[in-house]
């Protein structure tokens, strides 16, 4: 177990769950999948086939889009087609194809979609992998990347570690790179690890480092190592910014998970239907990596593991990003990224606040807190009623982008949009940072989301009534 | 809170009864949007490390001045935390916010011992009200409430302050934990004494505390252990503090160098009166200072300047509390200004565009 996580400004979170060391991996096999038709953004698709269609695992299911082969579903399990949801075209709900699991199948498919998954040959299907998996390409091979980052750090305190991800995926971890590398012969393929888990890192990328175009690259010292947060703007001049994709700066940005996946489908011969979903459970024994196929539900995935939802919230996510899932039908899609059960419980004890740090249920180290020892649950009380800024400046000592969350905050509040927006605003990366240490425990990043969302419609009305 | 009628819903009673619920036991809230955990760091723990920085120096209080001080202290939270009370049923908070707690303690220590008691009550409720409550309660306020009591009191009572220094116990423990309060003969702070007579009190006698003073401000190596503990435990930022010290010393080094008969060497400013209690406790506070880095190097650096020159060349010869009140309404403009020169070129480009 790491010794924390250190942050700028003296902060520590001391136990976030991190998986590391001996888990359970987790191929969950489900009895039938439910395949929302809907798109990573948001579009409605249009269903290929119908009831009583039998499907093998990775076959098209979508009216098959030949130019943009990331916005097409692919069947996640080899069965029968059981039922087509219908459902009202509104805003919220989408039809659903439920496959039943049925491996006997070995009947021709009878319709189209077995033209797409004839295609499964050459580079092109490597395109169409890569781009279903980020999303940023179009799956033809026109657009090329120029650079290629893997990021092999955590994008979230809550994380699984690198050594656990490789553990036993070290084959498709170099098929993932080796595709990348003959896919873009003109890209130059970075991967960017912290200090920790280098030497796993070194391990498995050997072959790849005597090569010209392949990079090992270390995440910025600004932050310590082992930071989960890094201004990737060091490196390579990649800079983030709200307002363009990364795409726009020439780079394919992937990260380890899916580097995976892509190593799993190109090896296996299917689309990237699996997915590796870390669970997390204040009880060791509950927490595992889960091999899943996209479709499954929520309660699904929880009673695969033995673990039951109640007394627990389910963030879908990460705790500093992610969402809460109040319905365990809940469908797994490509954009789950973790799941974290969190224990929900009153949070009174005589004189808490008292008590020196060890058995707070808190994570940083700038208070006595972070006295060494002592076990520390995740738990999702506030601590304490909410209260007006005090300007004690934490907000600004761990965030990440440099911002001062607390005069954003104020500014924000009182309708000074842009003046926010000189300040940076935009710069803002979501990661819950602010609202995190906040001893007047205001919701900084949602409000900080929010008015980053109403300033980019003002200015998307403003250029439309320009032009 | 429910609907219910009767003594313990009365708005005005109601505040109070659930900060004590909150202080004794917690709340039950809980997150409802991203992120989903938060830190067990809250306004009742932030406040709190203060007061306990705070008690030794009050402890030694007692130890100098006898259990009067005690007394001082219980009237100004029932008069400070009476005054937020009613406020907070006017304004119908849910709770009383905690910046009073530690307010009332820090006003207290900043008196001197034998103050009458309802001078003492006047100055806290002044200070909660004019210092904090008009301008909308803890986070809000431009001048910190304790200095507001104080000035104050300091202004409007002139001779009620001049006359209640007093010699303190000293000798073996009992001390003043055996006495209600000391003799009361009046002596002179070690600066209204070198101001009237240019006599220069012993720095082992200002260091341990046996001289005239406030309760709190007296014994210094409590104060630096109680400033040490803020700032170890990042309740206090540590760069006010350091640029404080080093500009009063430097002030008044040069100045002792210009012209050594009339003004005190620097070690003396450095250990008397209220700098150090100041420097340490009060302008730590994060609400009435700059949040910028370089606007708290800014401010704290003016402040030692100011101290000095008041101290020096008025009347005033605590001149902490002055500066410190110049410095909290200037701590907004300094912050706009280092903001505005930190995002200047960002501004610049947009106006290009």
Known sequence: MPAGIRMSGGYTFKKFPVIDGQIQRIDIDPGYVAVPLVTVSGDKLTPAVKTGHFVRKGDCITAYDQRYPHRNLYAPITGRVEQITKVNRDAVSTDTVIIRQDTSVRLPIENHIGKAGAEHAGLNVCHKYISLLTGQLDGTGEQQPKHILISAIYTEPVAVTVPVLLEGNESFLTAGIRCLLETYPDADVSIISSGSDQPV?????????????????????????????????????????????????????????????????????????????????????????????????????????????????????????????????HIVTRCTTSLTLIAHKPQRSFLWFLRPGRSLDSFTRCFLSSAPGGEKKVTDGLQGGKRACINCGYCHAVCPADLYPNILYHEVTHDLLEEAMDKNLDRCIDCGLCSYVCPSKLSLAYTLHKAKDTAYHQCAQLTSNRT | ???????????????????????????????????????????????????????????????????????VIAVSYVFGVGTEAVFAGVRRQDEIHEGAFVTCILYALILPPHLPLWIVAVGIMFGTIFGKEVFGGTGKNIFNPAMVGRIFVSLAFPEAMAKTWVVPFDGPLPGGFSAWMADTITTATPLTLFQSSGDITAASLLFRGYIGGCIGETVKPLIILGGLFLIVTKVANWRIPVAFFLSSFGCAALLHSIEPQQFAPAWFHLLSGGLLFAGMFMISDPVTTPTTNSGKWICGFSLGVLTILIRVFTGYVEGVMFAVIIMNMFAPLIDYSMLNIKYRARTRKAAAL
């Open chain 1, 201 to 329: 890192i070194e391990q498995i990328c050997g072959d790849f480092l005597q090569k010209d175009r392949f990079r090992l690259l270390h995440a910025p010292r600004k932050y310590p190592a082992e930071n989960p947060y890094i201004q990737i703007e060091n490196v390579s001049g990649y800079h983030v910014s709200a307002l363009r994709s990364p795409a726009d700066y020439g780079y394919l940005c992937i990260d380890l998970r899916a580097l995976l996946s892509l190593g799993r489908a190109v090896i296996m011969r299917h689309a990237p239907t699996d997915l590796f979903i870390p669970v997390y459970r204040d009880e060791p024994e509950l927490t595992a990596l889960v091999t899943v196929p996209v479709g499954v539900t929520v309660a699904q995935l929880l009673d695969e593991l033995g673990c039951s939802p109640d007394g627990y919230r389910i963030i879908e996510g990460g705790l500093l990003t992610g969402k809460e899932i109040t319905d365990t039908t």
């Open chain 2, 1 to 71: 809170m429910s609907e219910r009628t009767g003594l313990l819903h009365n708005r005005y009673i109601a505040p109070v009864i659930n900060s004590l619920g909150s202080f004794f036991f917690g709340t039950e809230e809980h997150t409802s949007q991203t992120p989903y955990i938060r830190d067990a760091i809250d306004l009742k723990r932030y406040m709190f490390f203060v007061i306990l920085a705070v008690l030794p120096s009050a402890v030694a209080g007692i130890y100098l001045y006898g259990w009067r001080v005690v007394a």
